[in-house]
């Protein structure tokens, strides 16, 4: 096992190197620059502001003294707002998308590990009809119209939920119910075609044949395997929803690292964009290194090696 994780450790720095590397001359491939959106710059007062952040510097000596920071920890300070650096930034605004994010997964799990499970144990009954056609109408919807129609019905109509900011524990009910969406009836779907794949193996026919209940053989022995693929999707949607959804975040005004990650593609702030990379690129590999190990908590028949 140990030998496992500190080859996967190895292999997520190689990684992670990979990514911010790739980020950062991509990001300057593009035409155009950070300051060019200011208003009345001169090309005097733009070189100024150039010579300031060190992008006056050739490129592969920009890269250098950027990743020589990295490695100290250092992101650098963001370029549109002033006096603030990355770093800052990011662990101020991600606590606020991974608390959102967190009641998100929880309630994905909660509710789409037993849908699937239902609807596998219900096969071809009026319950798995039900929950297929569910779970497809879920994934299809898009989550600005979900937010959109959750704010409109409980916030405008109902007027009993508050609809911007997440200051109280009422404010999270919509933001997670439009967040959890998606991946609630994906799991579902998830979780009914793997359970479906394993209630037709031998030994859950050799289980019933000694006479174990159908509920008994499903809930107890079939899901401990068939969640598998479940444990598998896990590990990127906890990256993804925990470091923050632009578009739930922008509905329903939070200020979490989702909004502004994208505001800083928007508005060119570099330093801005290769932190919240790197940031997300460690968080989705250290995700999937723990889903790994988990496999062998699951189902010891797999080994690590």
């Known amino acids: 096992m140990l030998k496992y994780i500190i080859k996967r450790v190895v292999t997520a720095i190689i990684t992670a190197f990979l990514v911010a590397t790739l980020t950062f001359f991509i990001m300057n491939m593009v035409p155009g620059g950070p300051f060019l959106s200011e208003k009345a710059v001169t090309p005097q007062a733009q070189a100024a502001m150039e010579a300031k952040y060190g992008l006056d510097k050739p490129l592969g000596q920009q890269y250098l003294t950027y990743m020589g920071g990295v490695l100290r920890g250092d992101f650098g300070l963001s370029l549109k707002k002033r ?6 930034i990011i662990f101020t605004k991600f606590p606020v ?12 799990i909660l509710f789409g590990v037993p849908f699937g499970a239902i609807a596998a144990y219900k096969r071809g009954k009026a319950a798995d009809n039900i929950l297929v056609v569910l779970s497809t109408g879920g994934i299809a919807i898009p989550s600005f119209l979900s937010s959109t129609l959750l704010m409109y019905i409980f ?14 524990p009422a404010h999270y009910i919509m933001p997670v119910m439009a967040l959890a969406l998606y991946p609630t009836f994906y799991i579902a779907r998830l979780m009914r075609s793997s359970m479906l794949d394993v209630i037709g193996q031998d030994y859950m026919r050799t ?6 209940s159908t509920f008994s053989s499903i809930f107890k022995h079939a899901m401990r395997n068939a969640i598998l693929p479940v444990i598998t999707y896990l590990g990127p949607l906890i990256a993804s929803l925990m470091t923050g959804s632009f578009i739930i975040e922008k509905i329903f005004n939070i200020p979490g690292l989702g909004s502004e990650f994208v505001g800083a593609i928007t508005s060119r702030d570099y330093p801005m964009i290769m932190g919240t990379t790197i940031f997300l690129a460690v968080f989705v590999i250290i995700m999937n290194v723990i889903v790994d190990i988990m496999y062998a908590v699951v189902d010891p028949r797999i080994k690590l090696k």
Do not use: F
């Open 207 to 212: 289980a019933r044949a000694k006479g174990v």
């Open 97 to 108: 998308s991974a608390s959102l994010g967190g009641w998100a997964i929880l309630v994905a």
């Open 83 to 88: 006096g603030r650096t990355v770093s800052e």
């Open 155 to 168: 916030a405008t109509k109902l007027k009993w939920l508050p609809s911007l900011g997440l200051t109280t």
